[in-house]
């Protein structure tokens, strides 16, 4: 194992697989000799230059519909949009076309595209640069969608996703980007649609999502001091989603807690909490709760942006109530 930053296990996972595949390039706004915005493509440009490095304009839908054309010629093209916001323009491209083309194809044409881009609250990005939207992407058949919150996950999701024939959302909370941790020498691809366990307990079930995994697992470490034991379960995907982990979670606490910083209606929680209604209803000992974020535009000033996102004390406060129930 070796500490990386979330970042540089991620380009590392680039590097690596643009040299076992030379049909994979890098399209995007200042991803060529700046390397990124946030150095997701920092020093790519001198190996591969301006060809698989490729510099766009700012025109997210014009270059999501060349990215769909060259899959269907066999290249895999990665499209780094810095903030997922500016995915938004290219809907009708992503939803239409790209998601799509698989089934409309019968299968003959593959899709092996992938979208990243930064998601998430912090730093003060006001709301047009601190959307998830991962729920929104979960949502339209064809897609997978990936939010790795480890180094060593967000290296072994990429590979996965830069492998694979199905177009891939691969979205990094900004407030991520920095954290450090280990990650494998070896070449290891996760597969999608296995959750991980990042801390086990016994008392409840805590389904954490992206950066509030780390929130989780602090106040974990306190509550275990009150005799609270969390167990706290990372999806790492949310489509395709591991209800399996989930529920086998739930069997031994007999709770279940959901906890991500996007809106609460129509989103993972949800679905979450459906599913284990649907196949673990017998388990539960009481209802599946939810602890979103506000369900506001994003403000620009930081103490307005620190209160509409769930705080430690906020998810303390969460779990001892389910525990008492």
Same mark, same amino acid.
């Given at each position: 194992?070796?500490?990386?930053?979330?970042?540089?296990? @991620?380009?590392?996972?680039?590097?690596?697989?643009?040299?076992? *595949?030379?049909?994979?390039?890098?399209?995007?706004?200042?991803?060529?000799?700046?390397?990124?915005?946030?150095?997701?493509?920092?020093?790519?440009?001198?190996?591969?230059?301006?060809?698989?490095?490729?510099?766009?304009?700012?025109?997210?839908?014009?270059?999501?519909?060349?990215? &769909?054309?060259?899959?269907?010629?066999?290249?895999?093209?990665?499209?780094?949009?810095?903030?997922?916001?500016?995915?938004?323009?290219?809907?009708?491209?992503?939803?239409?076309?790209?998601?799509?083309?698989?089934?409309?194809?019968?299968?003959?044409?593959?899709?092996?595209? &992938?979208?990243?881009?930064?998601?998430?609250?912090?730093?003060?990005?006001?709301?047009?640069?601190?959307?998830?939207?991962?729920?929104?992407?979960?949502? &339209?058949?064809?897609?997978?969608?990936?939010?790795?919150?480890?180094?060593?996950?967000?290296?072994?999701?990429?590979?996965?996703?830069?492998?694979?024939?199905?177009?891939?959302?691969?979205?990094?909370?900004?407030?991520?980007?920095?954290?450090?941790?280990?990650?494998?020498?070896?070449?290891?691809?996760?597969?999608?649609?296995?959750?991980?366990?990042?801390?086990?307990?016994?008392?409840?079930?805590?389904?954490?999502?992206?950066?509030?995994?780390?929130?989780?697992?602090?106040?974990?470490?306190?509550?275990?001091?009150?005799?609270?034991?969390?167990?706290?379960?990372?999806?790492?995907?949310?489509?395709?989603?591991?209800? *399996?982990?989930?529920?086998?979670?739930?069997?031994?606490?007999?709770?279940?807690?959901?906890?991500?910083?996007?809106?609460?209606?129509?989103?993972?929680?949800?679905?979450?909490?459906?599913?284990?209604?649907?196949? @673990?209803?017998?388990?539960?000992?009481?209802?599946?709760?939810?602890?979103?974020?506000?369900?506001?535009?994003?403000?620009?000033?930081?103490?307005?942006?620190?209160?509409?996102?769930?705080?430690?004390?906020?998810?303390?406060? @969460?779990?001892?109530?389910?525990?008492?129930?």
């Amino acid at each position: 194992m070796k500490e990386l930053t979330y970042t540089a296990a @991620a380009r590392e996972a680039l590097t690596e697989e643009m040299a076992r *595949d030379a049909t994979i390039f890098v399209m995007g706004e200042g991803i060529g000799k700046r390397g990124g915005n946030f150095n997701t493509t920092a020093g790519l440009f001198d190996l591969y230059g301006g060809v698989r490095l490729c510099d766009t304009p700012i025109t997210e839908r014009g270059f999501i519909g060349l990215a &769909v054309g060259a899959a269907m010629t066999g290249t895999r093209p990665v499209i780094d949009f810095m903030f997922v916001d500016f995915i938004l323009d290219g809907m009708g491209e992503i939803m239409n076309q790209m998601a799509k083309m698989q089934y409309m194809s019968s299968g003959r044409l593959t899709m092996p595209v &992938v979208l990243r881009g930064c998601i998430g609250i912090g730093g003060a990005s006001a709301t047009h640069h601190s959307g998830n939207y991962y729920a929104m992407f979960a949502n &339209v058949p064809g897609l997978r969608v990936v939010v790795p919150t480890t180094p060593a996950d967000a290296k072994g999701l990429f590979k996965t996703a830069l492998r694979g024939y199905d177009p891939v959302l691969f979205l990094e909370h900004k407030s991520l980007l920095n954290t450090k941790g280990p990650v494998p020498e070896e070449d290891v691809a996760i597969p999608f649609g296995v959750a991980r366990i990042a801390r086990e307990g016994h008392s409840v079930t805590v389904v954490a999502l992206t950066v509030m995994v780390n929130r989780v697992l602090q106040v974990a470490d306190t509550l275990e001091k009150e005799g609270i034991s969390v167990e706290v379960i990372d999806p790492r995907t949310v489509s395709p989603l591991d209800t *399996d982990t989930i529920c086998a979670s739930i069997k031994k606490t007999g709770r279940a807690l959901v906890v991500d910083e996007a809106f609460a209606p129509c989103g993972i929680g949800a679905e979450i909490a459906a599913r284990v209604m649907e196949t @673990a209803f017998d388990e539960l000992d009481a209802p599946v709760r939810r602890l979103n974020g506000a369900f506001v535009p994003t403000p620009y000033s930081p103490p307005l942006e620190s209160v509409i996102v769930p705080s430690n004390d906020a998810i303390a406060t @969460a779990i001892r109530d389910l525990v008492r129930e």
